[in-house]
């Protein structure tokens, strides 16, 4: 069974630009959660999405969006940028409400110049 | 509030001993999940372990041992026999029942010597 994927896994963007970053999650799966990680702040989450649904959000601005396919794949969308905005993102899949182990995918690491 | 905290920043252990990795958490939910993540340098996040609150047993799985402890709400991992690939970042995280989010401690960076 093939695992959670990333695209892109690097990315450079500068001030003011907006960035789409793709997950898709394990066959089956229909839950993929967000989370940005950085030196300072560590792990936070940022959404989880289950059969298309935003069902929880974390404390991030209305810069960083989501939206979820009927194929459970996933996407996340940060418009104008932030030099902060810089990070590991990671995406996780899980089967949803009955099991609560999440699979990482590799991240996709973004730089904001 | 700190919901899961992980008091050791940075472990040295020497190759072949066990180490026993601490955290504790803070929840008034009665059902929810403890995780343990090893995160190496190449930044993958990799799934080790899993606790139940309702799970009577200590988890395990192959070298790694879930060390869980109720009453006083720690969750501590235990790896047997370290190996120099053990070398990594690990992370405890918790996830309850009414939240589909997984909250993180900041993690120990791990570092096993020849």
């Known amino acids: 069974k093939a695992g959670v994927t990333q695209t892109p896994r690097y990315l450079i963007k500068t001030r003011g630009q907006q960035v789409t970053l793709s997950c898709s999650p394990i066959?089956?799966?229909?839950?993929v959660s967000w989370y940005q990680q950085t030196p300072g702040q560590g792990l936070q989450f940022l959404f989880e999405?289950?059969?298309?649904?935003?069902?929880n959000k974390g404390n991030f601005p209305g810069r960083f969006s989501g939206r979820q396919f009927s194929n459970s794949r996933s996407e996340m969308n940060v418009s104008t940028l932030e030099l902060g905005d810089s990070a590991l993102y990671l995406c996780?899949?899980?089967?949803?409400?009955?099991?609560?182990?999440?699979?990482f995918g590799p991240g996709t690491r973004l730089t904001v110049t | 509030a700190q919901k899961i905290t992980q008091t050791q920043p940075g472990m040295f252990v020497q190759e072949k001993e066990a180490v026993t990795l601490d955290c504790t958490y803070d929840?008034?939910?009665?059902?929810?999940?403890l995780f343990w993540y090893k995160q190496p340098s190449s930044g993958e996040m990799i799934f080790l372990i899993y606790?139940?609150?309702?799970d009577q047993q200590n988890a395990t799985e192959g070298r790694y041992s879930l060390n869980f402890q109720k009453a006083r709400k720690s969750a501590n991992l235990v790896i047997s026999a370290s190996q120099l690939g053990d070398s990594a970042m690990y992370f405890c995280?918790?996830?309850?029942?009414?939240?589909?989010?997984?909250?993180w401690g900041a993690g120990t960076k791990l570092i096993i010597k020849p």
């Open positions: 066959s089956g799966h229909r839950s």
């Open positions: 996780a899949s899980s089967q949803g409400d009955s099991s609560y182990e999440q699979y």
């Open positions: 995280a918790m996830r309850e029942r009414s939240n589909y989010q997984l909250i």
């Open positions: 999405y289950f059969s298309e649904t935003q069902r």
């Open positions: 929840t008034s939910d009665p059902s929810y999940g």
């Open positions: 606790q139940g609150s309702y």
